[in-house]
């Protein structure tokens, strides 16, 4: 596969892109950090899409703070949790799932 931009067909919302084996999600953490577990979420029907087409990775990217992480697909399927808070059905996977693959502070030195 090699590069795939996934979209809501109703909104035209774009919900992030895959290339290669990696989903890439960009976020504003101030408002899609599901903080009551320090989570960042996938749609179910996004999440089942994915696992279909082989895709091995996650990546967060978060645009307000340069933040960049990454978790294994399968870690949202094993140890993701169900919710629907008014926008469908997710699955959040708590950040201390993610390795914390890039920080603004550290590019610095």
Known sequence: MK???LKDKATGKTYGV????TFHKRVDSRIHRFRKLNAYGIQQNILD??????????QVEETD????YLA????????????????GQQVMLPLKYFEHAK???LAMF
């Open 65 to 68: 703070t340069g933040n960049i």
């Open 3 to 5: 590069e795939l931009i």
């Open 49 to 58: 899409f994915l696992q279909d087409k082989g895709v091995q990775f996650v």
């Open 18 to 21: 895959v290339i290669g084996d």
């Open 72 to 87: 294994a697909l399968a870690d949202y399927i094993r140890r993701g949790v169900p919710i629907d808070e008014g926008h």
């Open 103 to 105: 920080s603004p502070h």
